[in-house]
Nanobody, 124 residues
Framework: QVQLVESGGGLVQAGGSLRLSCAVS????????MGWFRQAPGKEREFVAA????????YYTDSAKGRFTISRDNAKNTVYLQMNSLKPTDTAAYYC?????????????????WGQGTQVTVSS
């Protein structure tokens, strides 16, 4: 059973930073493309970033480019999302997800495994 556990969320002021982590167990982490998604209250889940199996390719939504960085440590079975210059509009529950196909994707339907989410709240 593959399990994903996010951590690192919290309350931060606008302009601040947070680093989210997602630890994966029960599977072979290095075969998964990993993604981060977020969902604000009353809104649909949206794509934030994805990273290839080896970490050499990344893909971001436009709102994340230049502010967020996705990375992974295959030795630690963990994917990270470094978020800088946070805005109140970044407030959401953040979810990590894994897919066992090698192609990066921004579609939530393409990801097989999901974590429970971690809340990020950015105050103005």
């Amino acid at each position: 059973q593959v399990q994903l556990v996010e951590s690192g969320g919290g309350l931060v002021q606008a302009g601040g930073s947070l680093r989210l982590s997602c630890a994966v167990s029960g599977g072979t982490f290095s075969v998964y493309v990993m993604g981060w998604f977020r969902q604000a209250p009353g809104k649909e889940r949206e794509f934030v970033a994805a990273i290839s199996r080896g970490g050499d390719s990344t893909y971001y939504t436009d709102s994340a480019k230049g502010r967020f960085t996705i990375s992974r440590d295959n030795a630690k079975n963990t994917v990270y999302l470094q978020m800088n210059s946070l805005k109140p509009t970044d407030t959401a529950a953040y979810y990590c997800a894994a897919r066992d196909v090698a192609i990066l994707s921004g579609s939530s339907a393409m990801y097989r495994y999901w974590g429970q989410g971690t809340q990020v709240t950015v105050s103005s």
